[in-house]
């Protein structure tokens, strides 16, 4: 069974700067891509910043330039720098594991995974 733990929320002002962490745990043969998504009240899902395992990364429009994503494939934990935080930046911030390969019975399965959601509060 592989888990995601997520790290770093919490609350700041106007132009501050956080940090998010996710590790996957349990027995994980590869994991194809890992990134973050936030979801802000009223509001669907949506990609903040991803990663590939080749190490090429893709941002939404709204985070470019502020944010930094990082992965350690050998650890398979990815990161996010926040800087330059705008209230509208304030969501839960999920974790997400694409196309996890795991161990499962005499072979494997491939599935996405989720963190539990931390929560980023930025304040005016």
């Known amino acids: 069974q592989v888990q995601l733990v997520e790290s770093g929320g919490g609350a700041v002002q106007a132009g501050g700067s956080l940090r998010l962490s996710c590790a996957a745990s349990?027995?994980?043969?590869?994991?194809?891509?890992m990134g973050w998504y936030r979801q802000a009240p009223g509001n669907q899902r949506e990609l903040v910043a991803i990663?590939?395992?080749?190490?090429?990364?893709n941002y939404a429009d709204s985070v470019k330039g502020r944010f930094t994503i990082s992965r350690d494939n050998a650890k398979n934990t990815v990161d996010l720098q926040m800087n330059s935080l705008k209230p509208e930046d304030t969501a839960v911030y999920y974790c997400?594991?694409?196309?996890?390969?795991?161990?499962?019975?005499?072979?494997?399965?491939?599935?996405?995974?989720w963190g539990q959601g931390t929560q980023v509060t930025v304040s005016s």
């Open positions: 997400n594991a694409d196309r996890a390969r795991s161990p499962y019975g005499m072979g494997y399965t491939v599935r996405d995974y």
């Open positions: 990663v590939h395992s080749g190490g090429s990364t």
């Open positions: 349990g027995r994980i043969f590869s994991i194809n891509a």
